[in-house]
């Protein structure tokens, strides 16, 4: 039996193996190890604290600061915060602005959709503004999801929103569980 963990910043990355068939699934060691290679969990930690795990489907890199993660594949990047306070997704969309404004300033939501997360209510809204970095004119997609009590917004973003970026924030937020 091989396995392997990988500590970074408040974040784990896990692969491994186990030497016998899963007699439920029928999943092979083989299978198992392939599907665990490719595997990363990411964790958003509060104040030393564990309060999201995101398990992306493919290699990623994560770099975790206290109440917000970045999740980078490739030239592809989502952001996620925990809304610290919020009770409700009205809470969060209510503080949105300062919630992204590191990423992206002035949001105006031109559609919001309703979705479900983890088992709960979401929305995604998608709008217009300003990008942090260079003060370009840009477009974000934002998911603002609850997970065991807490509120969190994931967010990419661009001059121009690239569909495959939003697909993959939409599958990495799929992801979501408690720690």
Known sequence: MFAACLLLTGLTAMVG???????????????RTNAAAKANVCVL?????AVLRLTPPAEVVCTAHNGS????????RID???VRGAQTLDDAIGR????IESEFKEFKAASTTELM?????????????????????????????????????ACTHEEHLNPIA??????????????
């Open 17 to 31: 193996c186990d030497s016998s068939k899963d007699a439920r699934s029928g999943t092979t060691d083989a299978a």
């Open 45 to 49: 930690q509060t104040d030393g604290r």
């Open 69 to 76: 993660l970045q999740v980078q594949r490739e030239n592809i």
């Open 80 to 82: 996620v915060w925990q």
């Open 96 to 99: 949105l602005g300062s919630v």
């Open 117 to 153: 997360i983890a088992g709960s209510p979401a929305r995604r809204l998608l709008g217009s503004g300003v990008e942090a970095d260079d003060n370009d004119p840009g477009t974000a997609d934002v998911v603002v999801f609850k997970v065991g009590g807490r509120v969190f917004v």
């Open 166 to 179: 939003q697909q993959w924030m939409m599958t990495v937020v799929g992801t979501a569980q408690e720690p």
